[in-house]
T-cell receptor, first 111, second 112 residues
């Protein structure tokens, strides 16, 4: 069973703070890692993808990957109320085509 | 110029009925997917087609049958609907050689 684990939250942070979202996965053959954002009643929207160990930055978002620890995280700097959503971690192995999703972490950014 | 579109957006029906959901993508992708998101928001793969051929068929009841008339379309037909089929169904697409999947707006199915 290929599992992707996330803390369901809610994670509450004040506006302007850094939000840290974490994800662990069980399949050591996983090669591709994604963070999707999903607003209530909407479809998942890709924020970041990461394939190599280390950090990848895109604007206010930084994805961090540690394959040895089977851990991927998403940092959101200068959090805004509009960042309030559910963040889904998704993992894909080399042997598969589909994404395995975690159950998501609900983030609430308070003004 | 919607990238991945689904119809209908909402579907309310009685138990035992048969219904279909349609999906189209205009991204030129060769791989399409159906995901189910249940009431607990867990998103799980159901099927995947690459160039009209089935490549993923997860453990779903055989009441669910995907059909891909061409690589831009992947429809989902559901027979003998049950209460437990109530969920949001998302279509997605990608290039097989890359991993990024783009999702449609979803179809909220309610079985009464």
């Amino acid at each position: 069973q290929k599992e992707v684990e996330q803390n369901s939250g809610p994670l509450s942070v004040p506006e302007g703070a850094i939000a840290s979202l974490n994800c662990t996965y069980s399949d050591r053959g996983s090669q591709s890692f994604f963070w999707y954002r999903q607003y209530s009643g909407k479809s998942p929207e890709l924020i970041m993808s990461i394939y190599s160990n280390g950090d990848k930055e895109d604007g206010r978002f930084t994805a961090q990957l540690n394959k040895a620890s089977q851990y991927v995280s998403l940092l959101i700097r200068d959090s805004q109320p509009s960042d309030s959503a559910t963040y889904l971690c998704a993992v894909k192995s080399n042997s598969g085509y589909a994404l395995n999703f975690g159950k998501g972490t609900s983030l609430l950014v308070t003004p | 110029d919607t990238a991945v579109s689904q119809t209908p957006k909402y579907l309310v029906t009685q138990m035992g009925n048969d219904k279909s959901i349609k999906c189209e993508q205009n991204l030129g992708h060769d791989t399409m997917y159906w995901y189910k998101q249940d009431s607990k928001k867990f998103l799980k793969i159901m099927f995947s087609y690459n160039n009209k051929e089935l490549i993923i068929n997860e453990t779903v009841p055989n009441r669910f049958s995907p059909k891909s008339p061409d690589k831009a379309h992947l429809n989902l037909h559901i027979n003998s609907l049950e209460l437990g089929d109530s969920a949001v169904y998302f279509c997605a697409s990608s290039r097989l050689t890359t991993d990024t999947q783009y999702f449609g707006p979803g179809t909220r199915l309610t079985v009464l």
